[in-house]
Nanobody, 130 residues
Framework: QVQLLESGGGSVQAGGSLRLSCVAS????????VGWFRQGLGKEREGVAA????????YYADSVKGRFTISRDIAKNTLYLQMNSLKPEDTDTYYC???????????????????????WGQGTQVTVSS
């Protein structure tokens, strides 16, 4: 059974930091493309950061580049999103997502497309106050 479980969300003031975690069951990160998305009420789900199965390639949305860092611990099968210098516009529900490399398709073109990913966590709320 595949399960992704996020944690680490919360409320912080602008300029603060949070670290989100996504623990995977049934999803070995070493063979999955994974990413972080966020979505606010009435908004489309937006890709924030993505990392390849090999871990060699990482990508960030322009809005978070230089502030957010995606990483993973293969031994713990945990994905992280370190968020620094948080802004009120970062307030959203954050989701981790995964897709097996065995499914094929181009990760380079799909990495920030929510339809590319097969498995999703339940989300964790991040609220940044000014």
């Amino acid at each position: 059974q595949v399960q992704l479980l996020e944690s680490g969300g919360g409320s912080v003031q602008a300029g603060g930091s949070l670290r989100l975690s996504c623990v995977a069951s049934g999803v070995p990160y070493s063979t999955y493309y994974v990413g972080w998305f966020r979505q606010g009420l009435g908004k489309e789900r937006e890709g924030v950061a993505a990392i390849s199965a090999s871990g060699d390639s990482v990508y960030y949305a322009d809005s978070v580049k230089g502030r957010f860092t995606i990483s993973r611990d293969i031994a713990k099968n945990t994905l992280y999103l370190q968020m620094n210098s948080l802004k009120p516009e970062d307030t959203d529900t954050y989701y981790c997502a995964a897709r097996s490399t065995l499914l094929g398709a181009s990760w380079l073109s799909g990495r920030f497309n929510p339809h590319f990913y097969v498995y999703w966590g339940q989300g964790t709320q991040v609220t940044v106050s000014s």
